[in-house]
T-cell receptor
Framework: DAGITQSPRHKVTETGTPVTLRCHQTENHRYMYWYRQDPGHGLRLIHYSYGVKDTDKGEVSDGYSVSRSKTEDFLLTLESATSSQTSVYFC????????????FGQGTRLTVV | QKEVEQDPGPLSVPEGAIVSLNCTYSNSAFQYFMWYRQYSRKGPELLMYTYSSGNKEDGRFTAQVDKSSKYISLFIRDSQPSDSATYLCAMSAAGGTSYGKLTFGQGTILTVHP
């Protein structure tokens, strides 16, 4: 399972509150990603990281920020949660020397009310 | 128009049937092609990974890529009820900062009934 742990697994929050999701990996991978999954859209890339303090935006980054101060942790923050950010969030890692396939965590189900 | 199009189904087949799942894409920069299987309330699980045109077989699963037509397929032979899941195609460009940055299809919901 590529040693990925996401927390929390479920969260309900109110509109306007900040929320932070955590992705923790145990295998020292440099490459980490946050995706969201919504009906009719598959998975879409939010942000990604190629190492400590090296992050960049993906396809749907508005309203999200990330931080990576340690190799093992990649944090996704919703600065001020909105109902449109209700989704399932997946963290992933990839092995660059093996090509482009990504391996996913179990997901965090976030509901913004 | 989305870069990757996948028929969402749902697709319902009897046990033992051959299943064909398909995706088309528009970005000719895509060089890596993947199929993921996702069970309900679980993360996507990598099923097949290819990077060249042609066929790749793994047990009951065959992935087919036709870059000239921008078309990929996944075939499942002798389908089982345990194959019931959502199947997602994914692809990425090669090189530089493209690794691991996947573009997904919408996913096809497959049910195999006994």
């Amino acid at each position: 399972d590529a040693g990925i742990t996401q927390s929390p697994r479920h969260k309900v929050t109110e509109t306007g509150t900040p929320v932070t999701l955590r992705c923790h990996q145990t295998e020292n991978h440099r490459y980490m990603y946050w995706y969201r999954q919504d009906p009719g859209h598959g998975l879409r890339l939010i942000h990604y990281s190629y190492g400590v303090k090296d992050t960049d935006k993906g396809e749907v980054s508005d309203g999200y920020s990330v931080s990576r101060s340690k190799t093992e942790d990649f944090l996704l923050t919703l600065e001020s949660a909105t109902s449109s950010q209700t989704s399932v969030y997946f963290c992933a890692i990839s092995y660059r020397d093996r090509g482009s396939e990504a391996f996913f965590g179990q997901g965090t189900r976030l509901t913004v009310v | 128009q989305k870069e990757v199009e996948q028929d969402p189904g749902p697709l319902s087949v009897p046990e033992g049937a051959i299943v064909s799942l398909n995706c088309t894409y528009s970005n000719s920069a895509f060089q890596y092609f993947m199929w993921y299987r996702q069970y309900s309330r679980k993360g996507p699980e990598l099923l097949m990974y290819t990077y060249s045109s042609g066929n790749k077989e793994d047990g009951r699963f065959t992935a087919q890529v036709d870059k000239s037509s921008k078309y990929i397929s996944l075939f499942i032979r002798d389908s089982q009820p345990s194959d019931s899941a959502t199947y997602l195609c994914a692809m990425s460009a090669a090189g530089g900062t493209s690794y691991g940055k996947l573009t997904f299809g919408q996913g096809t919901i497959l049910t195999v009934h006994p």
